[in-house]
C-alpha cells in the first residue's frame, strides 16, 4: 500500500503507470484523474477518478464497460484476466464453481450480452455467490439504458475497491484511531 503523500507527490506517468488498470484496461482513467491532484484523501481519490469516467463521453464509458470481462467467463477459465478481476473474481468463489454452476453463468453471461450488448458487471468483492446469482437475474429485467447506467455504477464501485486496496487512508507512522 501507498500512502496519500506519496500518490500526490507521483510523477504523472508513474502515477498513470500505478493505476493504469484500476479502471479496467483503460488507462486513460488514471491520466485524467491525475490532473486532479492533490488528493485530501482516498476517498478524494476515488471520486477523482469515478468522475472522471461519468464525466466520459458515452462512447468511452461504453468501451470501458465493454472492457470489463465476463463472470466466470472464458477469460476466467484461460487466465487471461486482469490480475484484479483474477483476484475479486476468486474471493467470490467464482474460480471454484461446480459444473452446474459454471453452466448457469454461461447461461446468464450469454443472455445478459445478447440482450444489452455488454458484459454483466458486478462488483463481486464482498459478495456471495448467490448475491452475485440473484442480481444476474433480477438485472436481465431491466430495459437497457437502466442497465447501461447500472453497469456503470458497478464500475465505479470496483474502482473505488481497487484504489481503496492500494492506497493507504492512513499517513505513514500514523496509528489507527482507538
Given amino acids: 500500500m501507498m500512502s496519500l503523500a506519496e500518490v500526490n507527490a507521483m510523477?504523472?506517468?508513474?502515477?498513470?503507470?500505478?493505476?493504469?488498470?484500476?479502471?479496467?484496461?483503460?488507462?486513460?482513467?488514471?491520466?485524467?484523474?491525475?490532473?486532479?491532484?492533490?488528493f485530501v484523501s482516498v476517498e478524494a481519490i476515488i471520486a477523482a477518478f469515478q468522475a472522471v469516467i461519468r464525466q466520459a463521453p458515452e462512447a468511452?464509458?461504453?468501451?470501458?464497460?465493454?472492457?470489463?470481462?465476463?463472470?466466470?467467463?472464458?477469460?476466467?477459465?484461460?487466465?487471461?484476466?486482469?490480475?484484479?478481476?483474477?483476484?475479486?473474481?476468486?474471493?467470490?468463489?467464482?474460480?471454484?464453481?461446480?459444473?452446474e454452476e459454471f453452466a448457469r453463468f454461461t447461461?446468464?453471461?450469454?443472455?445478459?450480452?445478447?440482450?444489452?450488448?455488454?458484459?454483466?458487471?458486478?462488483a463481486v468483492k464482498g459478495a456471495t455467490l448467490h448475491q452475485i446469482l440473484t442480481s444476474f437475474a433480477e438485472r436481465l429485467g431491466n430495459d437497457p439504458e437502466t442497465e447501461h447506467a447500472t453497469a456503470l455504477d458497478q464500475v465505479c464501485h470496483i474502482v473505488g475497491f481497487r484504489i481503496a486496496d492500494q492506497v493507504s487512508p492512513q499517513p505513514p507512522g500514523s496509528l489507527p484511531c482507538a
Fill in 107 to 122: 447461461d446468464l453471461n450469454s443472455r445478459y450480452r445478447s440482450r444489452f450488448g455488454i458484459p454483466f458487471i458486478f
Fill in 11 to 38: 510523477a504523472a506517468p508513474d502515477f498513470i503507470a500505478c493505476f493504469s488498470d484500476v479502471a479496467e484496461h483503460a488507462p486513460w482513467v488514471a491520466e485524467r484523474a491525475q490532473t486532479r491532484r492533490p
Fill in 60 to 99: 468511452e464509458r461504453l468501451r470501458l464497460i465493454r472492457a470489463h470481462p465476463d463472470l466466470a467467463g472464458r477469460a476466467a477459465i484461460a487466465g487471461n484476466l486482469a490480475e484484479a478481476s483474477r483476484k475479486e473474481q476468486a474471493g467470490a468463489g467464482l474460480d471454484r464453481l461446480t459444473p
